[in-house]
């Protein structure tokens, strides 16, 4: 093992900075990577060491425990290279530790197109693919070119494209049939240089309208403009108040349970969907519930966002869970309707 990596290795690390909802946690053993060779050698230390891999981007959407047995990987690699360029697009690859937003900052600033409705979703670049991240009708599979990564077992290196990623709402393998097996390295996106814009999202063409932008003429920047004083509107800082943004997933239910909502509720807020179904506003749900602004035992779900669970005081994610079942209960006895979180439970 590399005098390195030993000198980066740190135990008993306090990671209650390092997640955005603030709750306790103590990794048995820690280490920050920085480069490919600290990665190989953390990977083979894991190996010899029978030691289970638990990996960390930004912790802006994670549920971490108490104590993490094991390594606690934290993905701070950084860079970026363009590996093709035409007449209307330009193919990207990015490490895994940028900042999404600042990625997306500097997407716009080149008048590049194809996330610019995902602004200020904090984060990592390799942890985007795992959650699909989506905002404002976008989800990042439309601009996706590829995913690198490497396997725990083995340090095999790895290369899926988009269609093998399997992705979905808020889902995709490395959650599923990948999950705990590898390690996100690097990902490729595919920009448009050319005008491709996704305003009809009604909460963003009114944001559009209120700066008095002609929709004719929309701008990527004009997109990330309205999406960033949408998001600052309505969720809380991080570094101010902890929160993982949005705590859980828009339900998708069939026609059938839709038009019995509907019956009751008629105000209820639905988008169509493909095969017959409907995705539910989670967040008209939480408030018609009477959830939104309410405190229970120091946890709280935003005044001004429902769908924002926040922890002021620095909770436990035990603690955070048994809210969550008293959320999870209202909604489900009230419309009939099961709601899932968003955040992974590591």
């Excluded at 990671?15 to 480069?35: C, G, K, R, Y």
């Excluded at 937003?101 to 904090?122: F, Q």
């Excluded at 018609?288 to 309410?294: L, T, V």
């Amino acid at each position: 093992m590399t005098s390195s990596f030993l000198q980066k290795c740190h135990q008993n690390y306090n990671l209650q900075p390092l997640n955005t909802l603030a709750v306790p946690s103590i990794a048995e053993h820690f280490i920050d990577i920085t480069d490919d060779s600290t990665l190989l050698d953390t990977l083979a230390f894991s190996r010899d060491n029978n030691y289970p891999l638990t990996i960390l981007g930004g912790g802006s959407n994670v549920l971490l425990p108490d104590k993490i047995h094991g390594l606690v990987i934290k993905m701070s690699t950084h860079g970026r290279s363009i590996l093709s360029e035409n007449d209307t697009h330009v193919v990207i690859r990015f490490d895994a530790g940028e900042q999404w937003h600042s990625i997306v900052l500097w997407c716009v600033e080149k008048n590049l197109y194809g996330i610019e409705n995902l602004a200020l979703i904090p984060g990592t670049i390799g942890a985007a693919p795992i959650q699909n991240i989506g905002a404002y009708g976008v989800e990042l599979t439309s601009c996706l070119e590829s995913v690198e990564g490497l396997y725990f077992a083995s340090n095999r290196r790895f290369t899926l494209d988009n269609k093998d990623c399997f992705f979905a709402y808020r889902d995709s393998v490395f959650k599923n049939v990948l999950r705990d097996k590898v390690i996100i390295t690097h990902v490729t996106l595919k920009l448009s240089k050319v005008p491709r814009l996704e305003i009809e999202y009604p909460v963003l063409k009114e944001q559009l309208l209120k700066d008095k932008v002609m929709l004719t003429s929309v701008t990527s920047l004009d997109v990330a403009r309205a999406v960033i004083a949408i998001r600052q509107s309505k969720l809380p800082d991080p570094s101010q108040l902890p929160n993982v943004g949005s705590f859980f997933k828009n339900p998708i239910i069939d026609e059938l349970s839709y038009q019995k909502i509907l019956s009751l509720y008629p105000a209820v807020i639905a988008y169509p969907m493909a095969n017959n179904c409907y995705k539910l506003a989670a967040a008209w749900l939480i408030d018609q519930a009477g959830w939104r602004g309410k405190v229970v035992d120091n946890i709280c779900m935003h005044e001004k966002q429902a769908l924002v669970l926040t922890n002021p005081n620095g909770c436990t994610t035990k603690e955070v869970l048994l809210f969550v079942d008293k959320v999870c209960e209202s909604i489900l006895e009230k419309f009939g309707v099961a709601l899932e979180i968003e955040p992974i439970q590591c």
